[in-house]
């Protein structure tokens, strides 16, 4: 279990506010995405979150599943030997257990939570039974964003009937994972459909905790030419407080680089204040033990010295100044083209 760290949750993430200094660090600078078995029943997460903060993590990115949580229309379609197990959430029977599981022990251990609500349910989806479709509608997934921060928010329910637990109530709410790659928002180009479900949720999410950030779903690849098409969607840059990178690159300089091109994008469009957060950053300890698939595995040693170059905070001016490595992208996924910046976005 001690692997999952090194070997599974190979990221790291960074908030980065306009203007860091390299002497100071901020508050939640290192963090891990917990994702794929570490959400499994009956994994040791406990154990697991008390490992990262001994390790000096201080957030944890995990995945709120929405089809998890809602994966019933209706009453009438819950299974009677179910429904003790569901609360009604404007009559959508809603089970907050799985959700419960996450927020306890992240708190436990004093970890701040980014949730990625993520995944529509067959009822909701626009290709029910495709893993990465779309929401039909934008309505039902800001719902439950909304119902979410009535739980886990600093006025949340959750912390109310759980006395015992540390209040770490959650403040940040990522709204889905990579809408640029087909395999997580099977329509493309993304644009138009995204950034109505963004504005829904802005809207459910701020009418919960006015103050709360909305998070924009982590981009991929060439994340500065996809915000910038992003951009030219009309309202897009309202629409979000805080921008979601995916910076995996060969380079641990790279990553640097495309944080800097994201940040470049930003100030272009008048976005220089809003914080960028590097959700995903990451070279897989897994040397050894699995067969490579990315091109980018490395060893534990090898994982710590390429997250260290990747800081911001480790490059000095002088550094800064150096020509810029290239970022390096690893596999064919990795690699697919960007949407086009100068297309206009609708949906096939």
Known sequence: MRRLISATVSVVLLLLAPGLAAARVPARFVGVTVDGPALAPGFDLGGETALMARSGVESVRMQFSWAGAQPYPSWSAVPDAERGAFVDEHGIPTTYAALDRL???????????????????????????????????PAPYAAFAGALVRRYGPRGSFWATHPGIPRVPIRAWEIWNEPDLPFMWADQP???DYLALLKASRTAIKAADPRAQVVLGGFANYSWRTLA???????????????????????AAGVVTILGRV????RRHGDAH?????TEVGWPASRGH??????????????????GASRPSTYTRGSARRRPARPSFSSPACAASPPPVSGRASRR
């Open 103 to 137: 927020v306890t022990f992240a708190a436990q251990r004093h970890l701040t939570v980014l949730p990625v609500v993520q995944y529509a349910p067959a009822w909701a989806a626009r290709h029910p039974g495709l893993l990465g479709s779309p929401p039909a509608a």
């Open 263 to 266: 940040r470049a994008t930003m």
């Open 190 to 192: 993304f644009g138009v």
């Open 274 to 278: 809003k914080p960028i957060l590097a």
């Open 290 to 307: 699995t067969k490579d698939q990315f091109g980018v595995e490395t060893t534990a040693s090898g994982q710590a010295a390429r997250i």
């Open 229 to 251: 098409y992003f951009y030219r969607l009309p309202g897009a840059r309202a629409a979000f407080d805080a921008v979601s990178v995916h910076g995996y690159t060969r380079q």
